[in-house]
């Protein structure tokens, strides 16, 4: 039995286990013909200074299984990407990426920042994702992301997602 997975704020030496993990997930997108993170330069719109940038901010989650990391997400307190995205409402999850193979991850990290939110009195958690990716529209929904809008950056065109949270009991 595969033990879960444990989700921990990133730190700076964190860095090139994300951008090897990022790596494969664009190479997985190729493989799968996927138009997405594999299309738009993604690596050199986030490069690792990014990321650091990110993790000193205390921004950066990632999960470990077995010493390896599996998982990372950043969730930031604004997005202007969204015509809202500066209303305190909401954390944004970006670079949400797993390594291929971990089915359930992506899931449980999003768990993750809902309670994250909650715990922080966000009444919402937000995100994007690509507009020609169908699968991935129907699971963000599946796990109650409405759409909201859109957003275009650059090569990018994404659907914006919005899932209410409820209190916590």
């Known amino acids: 039995m595969t033990p879960s997975p444990v989700i921990l704020p990133a730190r700076e ?3 090139p286990a994300i951008m090897a993990l990022l790596q494969q997930r664009i190479d997985w997108m ?3 013909g996927l138009y997405q993170w594999n299309k738009t330069g993604y690596l050199t719109c986030y490069p690792p200074a990014h990321f650091q940038r990110l993790i000193r901010e205390d921004l950066v989650f990632v999960a470990w299984a077995d ?6 997400m950043a ?5 202007l990407r969204w015509p809202n995205g500066d209303d305190g409402k909401a954390y944004y999850v970006h ?7 971990c089915p359930g991850l992506g899931k449980e990290m999003l768990a ?7 715990e922080r009195g966000k009444p919402f958690l937000r995100l994007d994702s690509q507009k020609v990716n ?24 994404g659907i914006l997602r919005e899932k209410s949270l409820s209190p916590s009991t």
């Open 13 to 15: 030496e964190d860095v």
């Open 30 to 32: 190729d493989e799968k």
């Open 67 to 72: 010493g390896v990391l599996t998982g990372v």
């Open 75 to 79: 969730l930031l307190s604004r997005d």
């Open 95 to 101: 670079h949400l990426a797993t390594v291929p193979g």
């Open 112 to 118: 993750y920042a809902e309670d994250f939110a909650r």
């Open 134 to 157: 169908d699968t991935l529209s129907r699971y963000y929904e599946a796990l109650g992301y409405l759409p909201a809008g859109e957003c275009v950056d650059g090569a990018y065109v």
